[in-house]
């Protein structure tokens, strides 16, 4: 049974980019419903977001600059609007929040012991470690971006390919990497309301699976009694085979870079680029390519200026992508 959401973004830390706040989005429309959703600090500068947010039915909370304390009149806000939820509405059953603030413990904390999951989404740059760790389940923004294929707008009329796209990215998102075909259909139409296998020349979805299963190879269609299974194809599943070396690394780390920027990413905390490598080259280790340590990688990298290092407040290393 899907679940339902109430998600609730802070625009700030989620950079205020429509992209970014799609995949968001999509990424909570994989796992349920959203049946109420509210972004913070919304200012004429947002003006490219009114789309998408009209389109989920999101409301807004204007950013209104007054005095020293506008952010944390925004958190608290934002709190209130959750617990507000939490007590009064009985199909809420799971809440996104979009920031890395450690000031939500207390209210992830309050809504985890009424019974609810909380799924925490921050820039890897601002994440607070209690945070992540108080979330029943948390993840980085820059991983929930990486590597999308991104179908046309939701308005538009869906291609095959964007089926097919869509199709990867949900069973990418099952864990295993399979799915019956009916809930498949039913994760399909929670992101695309206007998607239809008639609009793509099949009468009906089983036949559309097959179609898309021979022309792009991405899934296989199999029957288990009499349930139609749809499976990652293990092609499609499999990291690149290309393999890294000291000539090697610096483009492929500059490319690696170079996504994360077009994704609206300007800093990017160095595990999380080193798990995006691996996630391509899991054999990747420093002394494959004559280093040490990922710290001695990041600084042979900054030489080269594909990047620059930077600490934060705290004292941690970040990747700024020039």
Known sequence: MASHF????????????????????????????????????????????????????????????????????????????????????????????????????????????????????????????????ACSEFQFLETVTAGKERPGPSGEALTAKD?????????????????????????????????????VGCSTFGKLLSRLSQQFGDFTVETEQYNLIVCLSQRHSQPSGEQMTRESFPRIFGRILREYKEDGFDRVNPSILKSAVQAEYPDFTERQIGLRRFSDVLRALEREGLLALETDESGNMLVRIP
């Open 163 to 199: 089926v097919n796209d869509l199709i990867v990215t949900i069973l990418g998102e099952s864990g295993d990497g399979e799915m019956l075909a009916s809930e498949v259909k039913g994760v399909l139409l929670r992101l695309r309301p206007n998607f239809s296998e008639k609009s």
């Open 6 to 133: 109430a998600l609730f973004a802070d625009l700030e830390n989620c950079g205020g980019k429509k992209s970014m706040l799609i995949d968001v989005i999509e990424r909570v429309k994989i796992r349920g419903d959203i049946l109420i959703g509210k972004v913070y600090g919304y200012t004429d500068s947002h003006s490219d977001l009114k789309e998408t947010l009209l389109s989920n039915t999101f409301a807004v909370v204007p950013s209104l600059r007054y005095g020293r304390s506008q952010k944390n009149s925004m958190d608290i806000q934002l709190v209130i609007d959750a617990l507000d939820v939490a007590y009064t509405n009985p199909l809420i059953d799971s809440f996104c929040i979009v920031s890395g603030d450690s000031d939500y413990v207390p209210l992830v904390g309050k809504l985890k012991s009424m019974g609810k999951f909380v799924l925490g989404i921050s820039r890897s740059e601002v994440a607070s470690g209690v945070f992540m760790s």
